[in-house]
């Protein structure tokens, strides 16, 4: 592995990347859970994309104590530490727009586009498990940050149309027609936050080869 | 990779008896190349217009694009592809057609589009992926 290679590869480095790409793989796995959920309307589904979350916080706890205990080389450590971060924000996001779910009332037609949009998000989160992997083996992350940024600017213009018919959908009392803009805010948002945790694996990439 | 990963399913539409005129505000103002053209009937029945057919058709002759009704540029039928297409597959077609976008289709029902764009960008998705891009 070229972590390996750079560094003196200990006990503790080696439980930070298993745990880091274990908080991925839980990651994608809470995607795809909420994509069935919406696609398949299986509501029961969300209880597991928050125990995830839950599962979620305590690895990204595990790779802190880990970091904090001194893996890794100093200069290195704020950066991992704010990418399992980033990747619990996405978690958060994910958890908070599946609770919403559970109470939402989504048009036909906004439904679709959501699950499409909850579709894509688990496909860009694979991308995201890809990139990390190739940057343990000492790999150019380039195609795999473009590939995060169209997910992410496909997700952004389905946003937008989204929000030009929800304009029009006529609401009852103000707490209905909040959580629907929380929902679509949450389920667009999540994208954003995997961009920023893409983005910030391609700065560890590049200070490690510095 | 099938092309419904990176189909478009909002596809914006104009009803065949507006004018040309009326079909360049809402490309302008969509920032989009092509509108579904809704004649009556099914879905089948609908055709599609470009920028190419107003530039072409309207503009470069001289037509005032509010005196022509966008069914008689329209290009009908619409071709179809199914879901379950490959990307590949669906390039194949549109190089054989010399059209730029297919229409997703499920039995009569128009689900997606995807243009050429469409498929630029799914290949690098399939690049980053470590999958074969034909």
């Given amino acids: 592995m070229f972590l390996k290679k750079i560094f003196d590869y200990g006990k503790k480095e080696e439980q930070v990347i298993e745990n880091i790409k274990k908080h991925l793989e839980l990651l994608c796995n809470a995607c795809d859970l909420f994509h069935s959920a919406m696609e398949e309307n299986d509501k029961n589904l969300v209880g597991e994309v928050v125990d995830s979350e839950r599962k979620g916080d305590s690895i990204r706890r595990e790779i802190i104590a880990n970091i904090y205990a001194g893996a890794f080389l100093p200069y290195l450590r704020p950066d991992l530490c704010r990418f399992a971060e980033i990747v619990d924000r996405v978690f958060d996001f994910l958890q908070e727009t599946a609770l919403n779910y559970l109470e939402v009332k989504l048009p036909e037609h906004i439904r679709d586009e959501c699950v499409r949009v909850a579709f894509l998000n688990a496909r860009m989160c694979e991308i995201l498990l890809i990139s990390f992997e190739a940057m343990l083996n000492g790999e150019d992350l380039r195609e795999k940050a473009l590939a995060i940024r169209i997910y992410e600017k496909r997700i952004d213009d389905m946003e937008f149309s989204i929000i030009r018919d929800l304009r029009q959908i006529p609401v009852d009392d103000f707490w209905q027609g909040r959580l629907l803009a929380d929902f679509v805010s949450g389920i667009t948002s999540i994208s954003d936050a995997m961009e920023d945790a893409g983005d910030h694996l391609q700065i560890i990439n590049v200070s490690m080869k510095s | ?134």
Wanted: net charge neutral; with cysteine.
């Fill in chain 2, 1 to 134: 990779m099938k092309i419904d990963e990176f189909m478009t399913t909002r596809i914006a539409s104009i009803d065949a008896d507006l004018s040309a005129y009326d079909a360049i505000e809402k490309m302008v103002d969509r920032r989009i190349r092509s509108l579904l053209v809704k004649f009556k009937g099914t879905d089948s029945d609908h055709g599609v217009i470009t920028a190419r057919d107003i530039v072409f058709k309207v503009l470069a002759k001289g037509i005032d694009p509010t005196d022509i009704k966008v069914s008689s540029i329209a290009a009908k039928p619409i071709v179809c592809v199914n879901r379950d297409v490959t990307l590949a597959e669906a390039s194949a077609l549109m190089e054989k057609s010399h059209i730029a976008r297919v229409f997703v289709c499920e039995g009569e029902k128009i689900v997606g589009v995807v243009s050429l764009l469409d498929i630029m960008t799914a290949s690098l998705i399939m690049r980053a992926r470590g999958e074969h891009v034909s």
